[in-house]
């Protein structure tokens, strides 16, 4: 991945290369943090689906697809197939814990709605 830098003491701008590992030879554990994947899985379900504890999403084909985009974007590595196969490995050791903190948050947000709601009524 090219990132480009600015030179404090001369002011050029260069291009640096950030070396990765390759993705292929890093377990599932180690790509999980390493692409903070949980984080952005939960990202990209909200922005899909609004419906309370509705989790289709995170069985679906879009997802592997997004994950693998995202595996592409960390290694980048044109010539390699595998993504997809790799993507699917990665969710599905996710899934569980997904679906959970997906219960977890739409409960706080209805919970929090309920306050609120009550709130305005003028009972606290």
Known sequence: MKINVK???????????RRVKP???MSDDELIKALDLKEKILDWHYRVEDR?????????????????????DYCQEPEFEGYEK??????????????EEIYE?????????EEVRIARMGRY
């Open 23 to 25: 993705i292929w030879s």
């Open 86 to 99: 790799i993507a699917g490995g990665l969710i599905s050791k996710l899934e569980d814990e997904l679906v």
């Open 52 to 72: 309370y504890h509705e989790v289709s999403d995170i069985y679906s084909d879009a997802l592997v697809e997004y994950v693998a985009e995202e595996l592409y």
């Open 7 to 17: 030179d404090k003491s001369t002011g050029a701008t260069k291009v640096a290369v």
């Open 105 to 113: 948050r739409d409960d706080d947000a209805r919970d929090f709605a």
